[in-house]
């Protein structure tokens, strides 16, 4: 209850503030929603199950506060929201809100920009700022579970060359935005972006470390270093934008049982002092197009196709696409009329990102019939 009276408050308080609010000249308040209204249809060794249905999802709402202290120093607090379906003494489901974002940035100048604090990781922003469709779904490292958003560290980044170099790196507790806690080592993630011609984008990340998971519990068991390689090339022409995003992830999770097929078990460190964990290594391809006719018009199709367990069950792969047409009535509001289909043969996963932007478990344990997930709607997105 207490959790629901503090949203409250704050949404109204942000909606009495207007599109911006400037407090000695130096605070302003916004917010961005992702929406949608859809038919979903689920088949696991085909027969229906869950999520099936038509309904209404509210799948982010961010609430933020900019702060600038002076020409070098400012901050960023951005809180998120989901929704709970787990009850305490017969309340129902609630509304959660946390922490997204919450940083001090200082700018040295535009080559040198230091952020300490929950901040953009180097990796999934950079690819959802050209993917532009992040309302409709996010990118595929983020959806399967292979990297994070945002987390707690310190981060350098910046531009240089007029724009023709751009780099981030970040040093994190490697569990996420939403668990800061300490943990015997700190992860990694960087990468550099090139743009040698008008349009033309092409960069390269690497990410390692233990994803949060080893404590002085059990540092002693046996564990594997989780390691990404990314790589990204984008351009855009004359309306036409086309991306390709490939990556390679070992030891990042695998399935309990190369039988079982069910994805998902931690690489990273193993149950007990006498347990094993296995090796294991996921790879994909993530590829967009879209065409804008007019400012307010343009068509999208994105399509994903990966395997997610290449030593241990090598045949559990997942492939998934979506095509849409957006309108954009202003700058500030978009809505797409969009088609998903994804479909997960020899096993399943979870993907994120669903119903009320929880997980979704994909695929069943028949690999004649694995899973199969359409979906038909709306989804929307306004920022202030």
């Known amino acids: 209850m207490r959790k629901e009276i503090i949203t409250g408050a704050l949404l109204a308080g942000f909606t009495a503030t207007g599109t911006a609010v400037a407090a000695n000249g130096d605070t302003t308040f916004g917010a961005q929603t992702f929406f949608d209204f859809s038919h979903i249809e689920q088949l696991s060794n085909g027969v229906d199950v869950a999520p099936t249905g038509t309904g209404f999802d509210v799948k982010?709402?961010?609430?933020?506060?900019?702060?600038?202290?002076?020409?070098?120093?400012?901050?960023?607090?951005?809180?998120?929201?989901?929704?709970s379906s787990s009850t305490t003494a017969g309340s129902g489901g609630v509304t959660e809100v946390f922490i997204k974002k919450l940083y001090l940035q200082a700018k040295v100048n535009d080559e040198l920009v230091l952020h300490a604090g929950s901040y953009n990781m180097p990796w999934i922003p950079y690819v959802e700022s050209f993917y532009g469709y992040r309302f409709v779904e996010?990118?595929?490292?983020d959806r399967l579970g292979f990297g994070n958003t945002t987390d707690w560290g310190v981060n350098a980044g910046g531009r240089a060359g007029g724009g023709l170099l751009d780099y981030s790196a970040s040093v994190v507790n490697g569990s996420g935005y939403k668990n800061p806690t300490r943990t015997k080592d700190v992860d990694f993630e960087g990468r550099v972006g090139v743009s040698p011609l008008p349009g033309l984008t092409l960069a390269g990340g690497v990410y390692s470390g233990h994803l949060g998971q080893i404590t002085t519990a059990n540092e002693n068991f046996q564990s594997n270093t989780a390691q990404r390689l990314d790589g990204l090339a984008n351009y855009t022409i004359a309306g036409f934008h086309v991306g390709l995003e490939y990556?390679?992830?070992?030891?990042?999770?695998?399935?309990?049982?190369?039988?079982?097929?069910?994805?998902?078990?931690s690489a990273v460190v193993a149950t007990s002092a006498t347990a094993a964990v296995p090796n294991d290594e996921a790879s994909g391809v993530s590829s967009w197009v879209s065409y804008d006719f007019s400012k307010q018009y343009s068509i999208f199709g994105r399509f994903d196709d990966s395997k997610l367990s290449k030593t241990v069950d090598p045949k559990l792969q997942d492939q998934y696409f979506n095509l849409g047409v957006d309108y954009r009535p202003i700058p500030k509001i978009d809505v797409a009329a969009v088609y998903k289909d994804e479909r997960v043969s020899h096993g399943s996963t979870s993907v994120s990102g669903f119903d009320a932007n929880g997980s979704n478990v994909i695929g069943g344990t028949s690999y004649a019939n694995g899973g199969l997930y359409k979906e038909f709607g709306l989804f929307a997105q306004w920022t202030f």
């Open 60 to 83: 982010r709402l961010y609430l933020i506060v900019d702060h600038t202290f002076n020409d070098t120093f400012s901050a960023n607090l951005t809180t998120d929201a989901q929704y």
């Open 138 to 141: 996010k990118t595929t490292l």
């Open 247 to 265: 990556w390679d992830a070992k030891n990042y999770k695998t399935v309990a049982t190369a039988a079982g097929g069910v994805f998902g078990t």
